[in-house]
């Protein structure tokens, strides 16, 4: 097992995201390659964070799931740096396919046979983790990772949920709502008393199987700008969105089930798990 950071070795930097960086690191005995998150607080922060980390390593430790990235480890110390800092380390699975995103990245876009299958392994992961009561709240194709065996699974849940407390709604950037459901957007318009926030992943899933399947971000437009205000119209307010004419017909009743403002009208995870596209390769 992983019982001190210092077991490990940091061989590359494999991306940087909002919030801190992720190495590729290497355990010294066993020879294993993880990937570590660090996340990096500063004094002010720390008070909130403590706790709820401690609370979230326990979440996490119960969490074994072929369809997520499982985390090995939580760590909290003091920054190497003499700012008072503290970083935040978890030891995760290492996904040496990368992300959704770089996949889009390279390949443009995916046929539905291929977006079927993540679609399958995906809402298999959330109905596991809606299971234990978690909502993941930052599904997005760099949340999405690939191994070497071809196989997608969930990233980051545990990860969002720490993080939330930093942040308040107007601080939240573009890049952060652009897959945020219309309730989770804005509450007020679409949400209600008992607003059943599972239905936010789903939404948030059927945003990335559309830009799978156009190779682009499917809310705005090429020419807009991705701001907070012009997401968040297009979110709440936009036209129904228009389904591409090249998709099957299982396809397109998917995302229309997915893609429902209304949360009460959208899909569930359990009847997306019978869904014919869902089910198309099995
Ligand atoms: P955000 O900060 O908005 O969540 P992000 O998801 O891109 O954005 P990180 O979660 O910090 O940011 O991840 C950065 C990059 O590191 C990812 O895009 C991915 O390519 C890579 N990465 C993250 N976790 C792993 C992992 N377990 N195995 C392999 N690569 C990973
Ligand atoms: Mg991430």
Redesign the pocket.
Same mark, same amino acid.
């Given at each position: 097992g992983i019982r001190n950071l210092s077991d490990l070795k940091k061989v590359a930097v $494999?991306? #940087?995201?909002? *919030? /801190?960086? &992720?190495y590729?690191v290497r355990h010294k005995k066993n020879h294993s390659f +993880?990937?570590l998150?660090v996340l990096r607080f500063n004094q002010n922060a720390i008070d909130i964070i403590q706790p709820a980390t401690v609370l979230e390593a326990e979440i996490l430790k119960r969490v074994d799931s072929p369809y997520i &990235?499982k985390c090995h480890a939580v760590f909290d110390h003091a920054t190497q740096e003499a700012d008072n800092g503290c970083d935040l380390s978890f030891v995760? @699975? +290492?996904? @040496?396919g /990368?992300?959704l #995103? *770089?996949v889009l990245t390279e390949h443009h876009r995916l046929p539905e046979e291929a977006i079927s299958m993540l679609a399958k392994r995906v809402f298999e992961g959330l109905d596991y983790l809606h299971g234990m009561h978690i909502v993941h709240r *930052?599904i997005?194709p !760099?949340?999405l $990772?690939v191994n070497d065996k071809g196989e997608v699974k969930i990233? *980051?849940f545990g &990860?969002?949920h720490v993080v939330e407390g930093r942040f308040d709604a107007t601080e939240l !950037?573009a890049?952060?709502c652009a897959y945020m459901s219309p309730e989770r957007v804005d509450p007020e318009r679409w949400g209600g008393e008992d607003v059943d926030e599972f239905a936010g992943d789903v939404w948030s899933m059927g945003v990335v199987m559309l830009e799978c399947f156009l190779g682009y971000f499917p809310l705005i437009g090429p020419g807009q700008r991705p701001d907070w205000a012009t997401l968040m119209c297009a979110i709440c307010f936009g036209e129904k969105l228009e389904m591409p004419e090249k998709a099957s017909p299982e396809f397109q009743n998917v995302l229309k089930r997915c893609l429902e403002k209304d949360w009460r009208k959208r899909a569930t995870v359990k009847e997306l798990l019978h869904h014919p596209f869902v089910n198309r390769m099995h």
């Open positions: $494999l991306g #940087h995201g909002n *919030d /801190g960086t &992720v590729k +993880y990937a998150k &990235v995760m @699975e +290492y996904m @040496e /990368g992300s #995103h *770089d *930052d997005k !760099s949340n $990772l990233a *980051d &990860v969002s !950037s890049g952060t």
